[in-house]
């Protein structure tokens, strides 16, 4: 079975740059859509990108082309480089994947997930 486990998170000034990765063993990462979402206390988990088997991406629209998202295959990795990082985007990042090639938006579609890494932006 895949398992996803995120890291480099952490603390960091707003205009500043980021990027958490996301690592996946355990099951054929290639068949599988990779999601990044996000999460704040009494929220539910908002979809923020994503990226298909052959590297389609898709963005939420409140990132304003901030965000890039990145997949190496042959290495089982997923990456989401950070831009000009703004307090709004503080939460708890999660890697999810999900069977298949196509997006979505639900988290309810993704049944593997990270135990999330966080993000915190200081103003």
């Known amino acids: 079975q895949l398992q996803v486990e995120e890291s480099g998170g952490g603390l960091i000034q707003a205009g500043k740059s980021l990027k958490v990765s996301c690592a996946a063993s355990?099951?054929?990462?290639?068949?599988?859509?990779m999601g990044w979402f996000r999460q704040t206390p009494g929220k539910g988990r908002e979809f923020v990108v994503g990226?298909?088997?052959?590297?389609?991406?898709f963005y939420a629209d409140f990132l304003e082309d901030r965000f890039t998202i990145s997949r190496d295959n042959t290495k089982n990795m997923v990456n989401l480089e950070m831009n000009n990082l703004k307090p709004d985007d503080a939460a708890v990042y999660y890697c999810?994947?999900?069977?298949?090639?196509?997006?979505?938006?639900?988290?309810?579609?993704?049944?593997?997930w990270g135990q999330g890494t966080q993000v915190t932006v200081s103003s």
């Open positions: 990226i298909s088997r052959s590297k389609d991406t």
């Open positions: 999810a994947a999900k069977f298949g090639d196509s997006q979505n938006d639900d988290p309810a579609q993704y049944l593997h």
């Open positions: 355990g099951g054929a990462f290639g068949l599988y859509f």
